[in-house]
């Protein structure tokens, strides 16, 4: 009897094992392969703007894993071990670059396995010849925010994909051209629709909207530095305060997924109140339940833009 038990016990030992290997082997495969495996492209975006370039363009030909959870703030994130391994696996990464994401320098140094393609996008619409901010040597990373350089974007998406499932060319192209479409007319609106303001100051929270105002000829005062982690000192603050009176700014903008204090603060001191200009580095979980997007969140910030800068139409 001892003895059948134990050989039970070895054939249950060796079949979990077998079990457990073939599995393994099985999601290396799937990752390491996954176009030729089920038809879809293994994509893993660093945060929402890419995702969002990403599944537009690739429909249903592709299976994206977006890094930065909802309501999460990009600047501070950090891989899991369980990252690492969807990385490794996957087809593609597409990351922002310069500088916005931390955590890239210590894959880089950490990991052996990459995936079959990687796209830095600042350094992509560098040799794209986009018209990027630099500043001491350091792009400015929010390029996203201007729509005719999220048009450049998608043509690096676009290509990527191209590049791994050439046959689904046709379908990657149309998709694109509707999302080019998509941005001119978002463009034109918001070029024509804070042409008539009389105000041509803000006041924001974090240093994101510059290729925003400079696209539409608005001067941006930021409270904070590139990340919002960067605080502004008791003189910064009484600055701006100055800064606001003098220019007759009544809205103090501020994000959903950082905390409002300082735009607040300031808001109280001028006497005025705080509406929300959205960066669209992350979406909140109560936007991802009600189907919002880039677009659509970025028509709410020409909605907010409007009525902060006094405009007529």
């Known amino acids: 009897m001892i003895k059948i038990t134990s050989n039970r016990s070895l054939i249950i030992v060796v079949t979990l094992v077998v079990i457990l290997l073939g599995s393994t082997l099985l999601y290396m495969a799937r990752g390491k392969n996954t176009f030729e495996q089920n038809g879809r492209i293994h994509v893993v975006t660093s945060f929402y703007p890419l995702s969002y ?26 891989l899991s071990p369980r990252d690492f391994v969807d990385i490794g696996n996957a087809d593609l990464l597409v990351y922002n670059g310069a500088a916005l994401e931390p955590w890239v320098k210590k894959w880089e140094d950490s990991s052996s396995v990459r995936p079959k393609q990687v796209i830095d996008m600042a350094k992509m619409l560098t040799e794209r ?29 676009r290509d990527a994909l191209i590049a791994l499932a050439p046959d689904q060319k046709d379908i990657f192209d149309q998709n694109t051209a509707r999302i080019m479409t998509e941005l ?25 909207f510059n290729y925003l105002g400079r696209q539409y000829g608005i001067t941006v005062t930021s409270i904070e530095g590139i990340s919002p982690d960067e605080e502004p000192s008791p003189k910064d603050l009484a600055n701006i305060v100055t800064l606001a009176q003098d220019r007759g700014v009544k809205a103090i903008f501020f994000e959903t997924v950082a905390s409002p204090k300082f735009s607040e603060l300031i808001a109280r001191e001028i006497g005025g109140t705080t509406l929300v200009l959205n960066p669209l580095e992350s979406l909140t979980p109560d936007e991802v339940q009600s189907g919002e997007d ?20």
């Open 294 to 313: 880039y677009v659509s969140i970025m028509e709410t910030n020409l909605i907010n833009l409007k009525q902060a800068m006094s405009c007529n139409n």
């Open 53 to 78: 370039l990403v599944n537009a363009i690739g429909g249903n030909l592709v299976l994206v894993s977006n890094l930065v959870p909802a309501g999460v703030e990009p600047h501070d994130f950090e």
């Open 184 to 208: 001119d007319a978002l463009d034109q609106r918001f070029h024509s629709e804070l042409s008539q303001c009389s105000l041509r100051d803000i006041v924001v929270l974090h240093e994101a």
């Open 129 to 157: 010849t986009a018209p990027l901010a630099v500043r001491d040597g350091v792009i400015d990373p929010h390029f996203w925010l201007n729509p005719m350089i999220m048009k450049t974007e998608a043509l690096v998406v």
